[in-house]
């Protein structure tokens, strides 16, 4: 099984409200990640766990907040959005030091 | 640094016919090599891998990558292509640690 959920499938929120983005995965492994991507563009990788502990930050905007709660649970929450933050957000996972990424159906976030 | 170009944004082919979408690399050391598929309004979906060994990658849905090191090149074949194979394809390599590098992406577009 190589399946990684997220939750909710779509989100609106306006600028100053606070709300979560959830993934879960239930094949051990113990890297995970959180990509953005626009419209017709590729995805871009924002955040890395790796056993529960952030590796790798890419300059994300600190209104962007992930957390890693246990080895299966990866949110990211959302506060004080721009609308030019209007995206899929993407989750996927790997086992750690494995390259191979398995990728989440992803959360279509709208930011009012 | 690392780079991915995928040469063609879009690929118009009829049903049936043979179709290669082109993605050449750029990096002076060994990498890891991979081939997603994005259907619309969904998330990403691994086609196939190269780590290492037979330079010819079998994959999901009767695609195949061929890695050539000399011309730092992975190109994803089918030799006969299906309506519903119609979605985004993004090639997309790591040297490692989680960050994987995509390209911008081809739209394959098959017509009845």
């Known amino acids: 099984d190589t399946e990684v959920t997220q939750t909710p499938k779509h989100l609106v929120m306006g600028m100053t409200n606070k709300k979560s983005l959830k993934c879960e995965q239930h094949?051990?492994?113990?890297?995970m990640y959180w990509y953005k991507q626009k419209a017709k563009k590729p995805p871009e990788l924002m955040f890395v766990y790796s056993y529960e502990k952030l590796s790798i930050n890419e300059s994300v905007p600190s209104r962007f907040s992930p957390e890693c709660p246990n080895s299966s649970l990866l949110n990211l929450h959302l506060h004080a959005l721009q609308p030019e933050d209007s995206a899929l957000y993407l989750c996927a996972s790997s086992w750690a030091g494995e390259e191979t990424q398995y990728f989440g159906p992803g959360t279509r976030l709208l930011v009012l | 640094a690392q780079s991915v170009t995928q040469l063609d944004s879009q690929v118009p082919v009829f049903e049936e016919a043979p179709v290669e979408l082109r993605c050449n690399y750029s990096s002076s050391v060994s990498v890891y090599l991979f081939w997603y598929v994005q259907y619309p309004n969904q998330g990403l979906q691994l086609l196939l891998k190269y780590l290492s060994g037979s330079t010819l990658v079998k994959g999901i849905n009767g695609f195949e990558a061929e890695f050539n090191k000399s011309q730092t090149s992975f190109h994803l074949r089918k030799p006969s292509v299906h309506i519903s194979d119609t979605a985004e394809y993004f090639c997309?390599?790591?040297?490692?640690?989680?960050?994987?590098?995509f390209g911008q992406g081809t739209e394959l577009s098959v017509k009845p």
């Open positions: 997309a390599v790591t040297l490692g640690g989680g960050k994987l590098i």
């Open positions: 094949m051990g492994h113990r890297a």
